[in-house]
């Protein structure tokens, strides 16, 4: 059987950019604040971002919404969020506890203090980040909110979320 292979074949990357918010909010709170301040519908996927380690296993919930106005979905995501551990600890004793280990993990290590992330998929230029940026900034709950880098991002397949 004859192989085939593609030369010079490059995977041309969506253009996407990348807000961080900083706040102690659950991720169903954050998306209610965000679509009553910014006038969105942000929903919960059916599907959640799973990240399996080696060391662990997270469910990160995903919240989108499709903005007719730009032609944009925008995607809320916790940066910070709660894993099984996959190694349990052996033990043998009379009272064996089965319960899973629940481990704080980070989807983004480059920004670890960073706790939601929007990825709104369009290029920069055509998009009013700006004022967005402003709008979430003067929800009361937000402590903080700037543009992120994407080139200092490693696992950027995380980011990926149809």
């Not at 033990?91 to 670890?112: A, M, Q």
């Not at 230029?125 to 009361?140: C, Q, T, Y």
């Amino acid at each position: 059987m004859a192989i085939h292979k593609l030369a010079d074949w490059e995977l041309e990357d969506e253009p996407y950019i990348l807000i961080a918010i900083h706040s102690t909010l659950e991720p169903y709170r954050m998306a209610y604040l965000l679509n009553k301040h910014l006038l969105k519908s942000f929903s919960r996927c059916t599907k959640d971002q799973d990240i399996v380690e080696p060391a662990y296993t997270a469910n990160y919930p995903v919240y989108k919404y499709f903005d007719q106005e730009q032609n944009a979905p925008l995607y809320l995501i916790p940066n910070k969020y709660w894993g099984t551990a996959t190694h349990q600890p052996i033990t043998s004793s009379l009272f064996d506890n089965n319960e899973s280990i629940k481990v704080k993990t980070v989807l983004i290590k480059e920004y670890g203090t960073v706790d939601f992330l929007l990825k709104i998929e369009k290029e920069e230029d055509v998009f009013p980040l700006k004022k967005m940026i402003n709008s979430i900034g003067e929800i009361p709950q937000v402590i903080s909110v700037y543009q992120i880098d994407t080139f200092k991002i490693k696992q950027q397949d995380y980011l990926i979320f149809e």
